[in-house]
């Protein structure tokens, strides 16, 4: 009855209790919100590359080349040379290796020159390969396989032609070598997707007419003289590698960063990640911070809504204490009350957010690239929840203790 | 030995509030029969609610005996007294009686809640509640009904049912008259008397208004069963 009573109570104060209950709603699915996204932005990270004993570059910072290489985020501020790529690719401990040549663009997504076998090598998702949905990897010199959300933001298909531009934001575009689409990939959730991948010889092609950055004025090389060309590449921007043994992982690390014909950096992406979350930790703690303070602000809101009621509600303890109730049954009244508004509101909340979730999930993956899985709540946000419903219950006993001591000093006797 | 014939019992009764020296309040005997009717006249300030809170035991006397069903309510810890009004005395108020938002049914049996004696003499509650309700002149679907949504009149039977269900020994009722017309006040009274004498229940009803006296066994004044102290404030 008690119970009821509560709930008839809650009911009776409809408009108030309504919005404490969305402000805790709001509150809460912001904050699991902010989790999903923590959460889901790390195991994209750590899905992103698999199977990739070794990541090398040219000296920089590990996090740097961690993520221009896998991330196409930021730029190489030097190249690998061939020849040392070559070197590498000889040593014994290497099972396998891919370069990976970045510098050039089409439209808002990054162009990519590589070999055949990144298709084969280059693992996303505990081991998941690549696979292609439509048409077929790069045959000719001018084909390009492109990731699932270019084909979609771009509209392309298969035979589309493509040109791509110099620089990441240049107007020069290498408009007398388009390419044609030749395969749409698979979406991965990687940044594959927003890549446009040709081979590395098809970058050295495009670039026949240029120099120091700039066409040559005039010159305009035809797209079958250039298939006849030696296209070596001169350099590329970063290779990935697989050991034979893992063992060897550390010596072939070492070995590589104390490559004495130029300086190289050979990275552990696993390692590397590692760091890049103890770098954007601080943030990622001051996100939680502020989201937790949002709950913490909805709930001493509902504490002011309790104690702001008090007053009017006199009557109604009074009639309570008349009927034989001990002051502590309108204590655990108030604070079964709140308990309900938190559980409420949590339960509200964790529906706001499955809700955002699934309108939200593809505006956000096609926006930032980010897979935000709808999975059943973990167990730390079960607990997020039963804590709010516990700092409820703990806030409450505020009101409900000065309610404890009203219903101390008036008795039965209230003249309202 | 308690006197069984006592329901009420008060000796040489001093209160003061604490911390107020204005209003001190003295009874030095007032007694209390079963099955008794009576009213008690006094004027606003006469101390009359000072007296039912010491009756109902949510205040103590500083000194002297209050005795509900012979017990002295001083001789109770807090708790036991609130479970023991829950199950020695049915209260109606002025207004303002019930909880709004909850329905009939639930705010007759909410004393039983806290009384679990007094639950243990009704065999059936809904069937208890339902049999008052008609009694009092309530209509059967009354019962599952906001008690918001009821008139004045209505409010004061449901007052009265919840009050009298589970049969305590003594009901107080303050003023329960003051904001019904005539004829609603002349039949509630009747319904609570006719109840009242049903189970042998006694009647302890404040009012300011003495028109009501012949229709008690008993009229008493507050000026003639105790003494007001007044200070300077």
């Known amino acids: 009855m008690i119970l009821r009573l509560a709930f008839g109570s809650l009911i009776a104060r409809a408009l108030t209790v309504c919005m404490t209950i969305l402000a805790i709603a709001l509150s809460v699915a912001l904050f699991l919100g902010v989790e999903k996204v923590r959460t889901g932005a790390k195991a994209s990270f750590a899905d992103t590359i698999s199977g990739t004993d070794l990541i090398i570059g040219a000296r920089s910072g590990t996090v740097q080349l961690l993520l221009y290489s896998v991330f196409r985020i930021g730029n190489a501020t030097n190249n690998l040379t061939w020849e040392s790529y070559q070197d590498i690719a000889q040593r014994p401990e290497v099972d396998w290796i891919v ?23 280059y ?17 000719d010199l001018f084909d390009t396989v492109i990731g699932a959300d270019v084909a979609t933001t771009l509209g392309y298909k298969i035979g ?14 290498h408009k007398d070598q388009p390419f044609r689409v030749s395969g749409i990939l698979e979406k991965t959730g990687t940044p594959v997707d927003r890549t446009v991948i040709v081979s590395l010889q098809a970058i050295e092609a495009i670039h026949v007419d240029w120099k120091s950055g700039a066409q040559i004025p005039g010159q305009s090389t035809p797209a079958d003289v250039i298939r006849q060309m030696d296209l070596k590449p001169q350099a590329v921007t970063a290779a990935l590698v697989g050991v034979k043994s893992r063992l060897q992982v550390f010596k072939l690390q070492r070995s590589i960063n104390e490559y004495p014909q130029e300086p190289l950096l050979a990275i552990l992406p696993g390692v590397a990640l590692q760091e890049l979350w103890q770098i954007v930790g601080i943030a990622e703690t001051a996100l939680i911070g502020v989201s937790a303070m949002v709950v913490v602000t909805a709930l001493i809101g509902m504490m002011a809504t309790i104690f702001s009621s008090l007053n009017e509600r006199r009557r109604e303890m009074a009639i309570f204490r008349a009927m034989g109730a001990r002051p502590r049954v309108i204590l655990g009244l108030l604070v079964l009350e709140a308990v309900l508004m938190a559980a409420l509101g949590a339960a509200l909340g964790l529906a706001l957010l499955y809700a955002g979730l699934f309108i939200g999930q593809p505006l956000i993956d096609s926006a930032f690239g980010l897979w935000l899985p709808i999975e059943p709540p973990t167990m730390r946000e079960v607990w997020v929840l039963l804590g709010v419903v516990v700092a409820g219950a703990f806030v409450s006993l505020v009101p409900a203790l000065r309610a404890y001591r009203m219903s101390l000093a008036d008795g039965m006797m209230v003249r309202i | 030995m ?59 006397a500083q000194s002297g005996r209050v005795a509900v069903a ?88 449901v007052a009265a049912a919840r009050a009298l269900i589970g049969t305590p020994p003594l009901i107080i009722a303050d003023e329960p008259t003051s904001s019904l017309d005539a004829a609603t006040q002349a ?42 102290e007044r200070g300077i404030t």
């Open chain 2, 187 to 228: 039949t509630f009274l009747e319904l609570l008397f006719a109840q009242s004498r049903a189970h042998d229940t006694t009647l302890l009803m404040v009012s300011h208004d003495a028109r009501l006296s012949p229709q008690f066994d008993r009229v008493i004044h507050m000026a003639d069963i105790a003494q007001t």
């Open chain 2, 2 to 60: 308690a006197d069984t014939a006592l329901v009420l019992q008060l000796d040489d009764v001093r209160y003061r509030w604490p911390g107020r020296t204005s209003f001190g309040l003295n009874v030095p005997k007032l007694l209390l029969q079963r099955a008794e009717t009576v009213l008690l006249l006094g004027e606003s300030g006469s101390g009359k609610s000072t007296l039912l809170s010491l009756i109902c035991g949510t205040i103590i």
């Open chain 1, 160 to 173: 589309d032609p493509i040109v791509v531009a110099h620089g990441l934001a240049s107007f020069s575009e």
């Open chain 1, 99 to 121: 370069p990976i040549s970045l510098g050039d663009s089409h439209r808002q997504f990054r162009v990519m020159g590589t070999t055949p076998a990144f298709f084969d090598r």
């Open chain 2, 70 to 157: 012979g017990e002295d309510l001083a001789s109770l810890s807090p708790g036991m007294r609130d479970r023991f009004r829950a199950e020695q005395i049915g209260l109606i108020f002025q207004q303002f009686n019930l909880l709004p938002f909850a329905s009939v049914m639930d705010n007759i049996l909410l004393p039983l809640r806290f009384a679990p004696r007094r639950r243990n003499r009704v065999k059936d509650l809904k069937a208890e509640a339902n049999r008052l309700c008609h009694d009092l002149g309530l209509p059967e679907e009354a019962l599952t009904t906001r008690a918001g949504a009821l008139s004045v009149g209505q409010q004061q039977r």
């Open chain 1, 123 to 139: 693992k996303y998702r505990s081991g998941q390969s690549l696979a292609v949905q439509d048409g077929a990897i790069m045959v």
